[in-house]
């Protein structure tokens, strides 16, 4: 738990703060229709008659997404509740056509559970998980395409939606961050939701109060539809300050619903907060009650990926990353994969639990956090679709390892790689060492040469290093390679010199 306070005329304000991610479930159709819940296409292209809420029309649940959300929850160490129910939320919007919204509120899919974060210091913290339940999306109501009129997208309407609640046990903008990056990760691990929080498929509601250290909880204040985890950090501490302020001068911070603006950065109101009973909660007359046996949670729980947490500490026994690395290596699921298969080749999978070479392993890792990723960020690519495969990764690196060539050289050989993939040529580590000349020289004789000559063209610094200024030591060492074109094996070359100088 992080000592943020915000500090007022007062003293010190603590800020609190729950979170409800409204998470897209990865499905090919809508929670209750077999219309398509791809993103995107013209408006109201992926509209059934039950999303347009045509009489008549009944739901129709999606198994699959049931499914989604039992995944998810046991991805969150999440109590599944076999029994389930759907209701009936009343409200009206422009873009919501039954005027209600088919949802779960008392009973839901799922219940308690918790996410472990860790924040930038390394600090280890905890959010508790209220409860998962599902639901459908609006639509889209389109202010911008007409001065005097407004439009409807229907395409979103209907798509299935996990709400994740947390407790309100985040007491930071910086553990909001976390919390929201580690859930988009479990989420994305598991394959249950895509987490481009751009596309609107995670977003956020923002739950803030604020209150002294050790008092009871004071009236809370909702910050709607926040897209991006940045913008949800920067949503707090607005929002928290506007409510010390409020607080502070005498005021009372009334329940509302809010929207942040992060351009002036500043919250406004939207309305007043609804209470539960103000939308009129009912079941759902159309839908059965869900009922699922603990057999087949069972059998999704066996077949669930490796999740984060547990990907990491593999990493850190089998291959001898260090705690860092093996962050950053397992922050997306598509990053681990490469790193396996760099080390293992493209068969990784096979070798689960087997202890990975040393050498390739921390070479692999160097290599990943340094010139890799720096080569993803210069041509603006993804891992999934990197100039430069792991198979080819892997080649280059088995040529640092039996000393075909040196490390400087793997540098040049891999620039020559990554702008031929670019291009869609062949990225053959091999193939371009050969086609250079870039091999390495280990030939004693031709190395032996090379250093006579620099320490006969250098006889001033020879006696000047003979009479102690040992530092002189790395300029025979580069004058050598220099005259080698970088070729020569860099440890023959330091332990010739230290021969001829002794």
Not at 82 to 102: C, H, M
Not at 158 to 184: C, F, H, N, Q, T
Not at 313 to 330: F, I, K, M, N, Q
Not at 381 to 397: F, G, I, K, Q
Request: proline share 5%; charged share 25%; with cysteine.
């Amino acid at each position: 738990m992080s000592d943020y306070r915000i500090t007022g005329e007062t003293g010190e304000w603590e800020v609190v703060v729950g979170l409800e991610v409204h998470a897209q479930v990865v499905s090919n159709a809508k929670l209750f229709s077999g219309a398509s819940a791809t993103y995107g296409g013209q408006p109201n292209e992926h509209v059934s008659l039950i999303d347009a809420a045509m009489p008549g029309m009944l739901p129709v649940l999606n198994g699959e997404a049931v499914a989604q959300a039992v995944r998810t929850g046991l991805g969150l160490q999440a109590k599944i509740n076999l029994f389930s129910r759907f209701d009936r939320k009343n409200y009206f919007y422009a873009d919501l056509p039954q005027g209600y919204q088919i949802t779960q509120f008392e009973f839901p899919i799922v219940g308690t559970g918790l996410v472990k974060t860790e924040l930038p210091d390394g600090t280890a913290a905890q959010v508790g998980i209220t409860r998962l339940h599902l639901e459908q999306d609006a639509g889209k109501s389109l202010h911008d395409q007409d001065p005097k009129r407004s439009f409807i997208d229907l395409n979103r309407a209907g798509v299935a939606l996990m709400e994740i609640v947390s407790e309100p046990d985040i007491r930071s903008p910086e553990e909001a961050g976390a919390y929201l990056r580690k859930l988009r990760q479990i989420l994305r691990y598991l394959g249950t939701c895509d987490g481009n929080m751009e596309e609107g498929s995670m977003r956020a509601d923002v739950n803030v109060s604020v209150r002294k250290p050790g008092e009871d909880y004071r009236t809370r204040c909702e910050i709607k539809n926040v897209n991006s985890v940045r913008f949800v950090m920067q949503a707090i501490e607005a929002e928290a300050r506007r409510q010390v302020e409020v607080w502070e001068a005498g005021g009372t911070v009334d329940q509302q619903t809010l929207a942040f603006d992060h351009v002036k950065n500043e919250t406004r109101p939207l309305r007043s907060k609804e209470d539960a009973h103000d939308y009129r909660y009912f079941p759902e007359p159309d839908l059965l009650p869900l009922q699922i046996t603990q057999e087949w949670v069972d059998g999704l729980k066996a077949a669930l990926p490796e999740l984060p947490e547990e990907k990491r500490a593999r990493l850190e026994g089998d291959y001898g990353v260090t705690p860092y690395e093996s962050g950053v290596l397992t922050a997306e699921q598509p990053v681990a994969d490469f790193y396996e298969a760099t080390v293992w080749g493209p068969d990784f999978a096979s070798h689960k639990g087997q202890k990975a070479p040393e050498d390739i392993a921390r070479l692999a890792a160097n290599w990943m956090l340094g010139d890799f990723f720096a080569a993803l960020n210069r041509t603006g690519t993804h891992v999934e679709n990197s100039p430069v495969s792991a198979l080819a990764l892997r080649e280059l690196l088995s040529l640092i390892l039996d000393k075909t060539i040196n490390g400087k050289i793997a540098k040049e050989v891999f620039e020559t790689m990554v702008e031929r993939g670019v291009a869609g040529k062949p990225t053959s580590a091999k193939a371009i060492v050969d086609e250079k000349g870039l091999r390495q020289v280990t030939d004693t004789g031709a190395i032996e040469r090379e250093i006579d000559a620099v320490l006969a063209a250098n006889a001033d610094k020879v006696a000047e290093y003979k009479s102690g200024k040992d530092k002189l030591f790395g300029f025979f060492v580069g004058q050598t390679m220099k005259a080698m074109k970088g070729k020569a094996n860099p440890a023959m070359v330091n332990e010739l010199l230290k021969q001829k100088l002794s």
